[in-house]
Every structure is written in structure tokens, then in C-alpha cells.
């Protein structure tokens, strides 16, 4: 089993170009992972900031949810996705 942080790059590597928001990984990996004390909110959205913040994802959209609190929606390009695979092979 991948790690929490390697299966989130690992699903959008598999997503190249789609926006996704934390939600959105967290719906995609949680018959896995939702269990893990990682897979929080406050820690998903780290490790996201972390993986965008190195240049391995992309932040892509914001929008506000019906209770007015920011969602952030990353994705990866082809040229990501590529280096997230050479990383996790």
C-alpha cells in the first residue's frame, strides 16, 4: 500500500488537467485511507499546499461554498503527472 501523500499524487497524476478539491481526493481515497489521522481536513489540505508549494500540483480554481468558506481546486499538468510518476516508481 502507498503512502497517504503518494496516493494523493498518484490520483491526480490519474486526473491530468481536472480540477479536484481536497473533498474531491479525500472521496476518491477514502475506502483506503480514512482511518488514517492524515486524512483530516486541516492535514489534507497541507499536504496539498506542501505538494503545490514544491511545484508537483498546480493550484487551478477557488470558489466559495454555500457557507461562504473558500475551496481550493489543484490540478496537474502532463509534464506533473510525468514527474509524479518517475517519483513513485
Known amino acids: 500500500m502507498r ?3 503518494a496516493a494523493m499524487l498518484k490520483n491526480f497524476s490519474e486526473n491530468v488537467d481536472k480540477d479536484l478539491s481536497r473533498a474531491d481526493v479525500q472521496e476518491a481515497l477514502k475506502d483506503t485511507y480514512s482511518g488514517f489521522k492524515a ?3 486541516h492535514a489534507m ?3 496539498l499546499m506542501t505538494a ?3 511545484a ?7 470558489e466559495l461554498d ?3 468558506e473558500l475551496i481550493i481546486y489543484y490540478a496537474c499538468t502532463k ?3 510525468a ?3 518517475s517519483y513513485l516508481q
Do not use: M, Q
Not at 508537483?56 to 477557488?62: D, N, P, V
Open 3 to 5: 503512502t497517504l501523500f
Open 39 to 41: 486524512f483530516k481536513d
Open 45 to 47: 489540505d497541507e499536504a
Open 52 to 54: 503545490c508549494s514544491n
Open 56 to 62: 508537483i500540483i498546480h493550484e487551478s480554481k477557488y
Open 66 to 68: 454555500k457557507n461562504g
Open 79 to 81: 509534464d506533473e503527472a
Open 83 to 85: 514527474v509524479i510518476d
